[in-house]
């Protein structure tokens, strides 16, 4: 089993839509949760840190359950500048961080 | 304004030649991390330097190897490349402390391809 699962995608959405991706995690012992863009031949860049109580930055939501280590991010009124490659990512430790595959999304004008 | 930076961007090395991938900060951050990244897949950590301590995963290939002289720099040295070594090589860096991890910053990669 991957010590971190996505959906496998792709996703092909049309503008303004709203998008799910969920993400799991085999080790509970898991303290620290990301989501990650990638856009096409560039390195990762934080998108934004997941939280226990869950947490909004404008159009994007995180949620996290540890009982069920199940991680998600939400994208409402998605825009064209949203097509990337979504990378969930898991510290363990303090010092590894472990990326799942990636779900590449592309919005459709 | 760049804290995480690679040399060179785009490498080019021959079959079984070795080659060194450069990785440099301006962030004094104490670790740092090699993740080797193929088309379509997940960044995979090959080893990273928490200070000196080198910490090797344990499916890394012994034809990988790093060095890293001072805090600012670390090297990812293939000593006999293959062809199935053709990715994106991304150097990161983080801070921890008192067992917290402060954040991750990436560089922009360096992409080798073998010919």
């Known amino acids: 089993r991957k010590e971190v699962e996505q959906d496998p995608g792709p996703f092909n959405v049309p503008e303004g839509a709203t998008v799910a991706f969920n993400c799991t995690y085999s080790?509970?012992?898991?303290?620290?949760f990301f989501w990650y863009r990638q856009d096409c031949r560039k390195e990762p860049k934080l998108l934004m840190s997941v939280y226990s109580s869950g947490n909004e930055d404008g159009r994007f939501t995180a949620q996290l359950n540890r009982a069920s280590q199940y991680i998600s991010l939400l994208i409402r009124d998605s825009k064209l500048s949203d097509s990337a490659t979504y990378l969930c990512?898991?510290?363990?430790?303090?010092?590894?961080?472990?990326f799942g595959q990636g779900t590449r999304l592309t919005i459709n004008p | 304004d760049a804290m995480v930076i690679q040399n060179p961007r785009y490498q080019v090395t021959q079959f079984g030649k070795p080659v060194t991938l450069s990785c440099s900060q301006t962030?004094?951050?104490?670790?740092m991390y090699w993740y080797q990244q193929k088309s379509s897949q997940a960044p995979k950590l090959l080893f990273h330097y928490y200070d000196k301590d080198f910490n090797n995963e344990a499916d890394t290939p012994d034809n990988f190897q790093s060095r890293r002289p001072n805090t600012s720099f670390c090297f990812l040295d293939i000593r006999s490349p293959g062809l199935g070594d053709a990715a994106m090589y991304l150097c990161?860096?983080?801070?921890?402390?008192?067992?917290?991890?402060?954040?991750?910053?990436f560089g922009s990669g360096t992409r080798l391809t073998v010919v």
């Open positions: 962030l004094n951050h104490n670790v």
């Open positions: 990161a860096t983080s801070r921890i402390g008192t067992g917290r991890n402060y954040g991750y910053t």
């Open positions: 080790n509970s012992a898991s303290q620290s």
């Open positions: 990512v898991v510290i363990q430790g303090a010092q590894k961080l472990v």
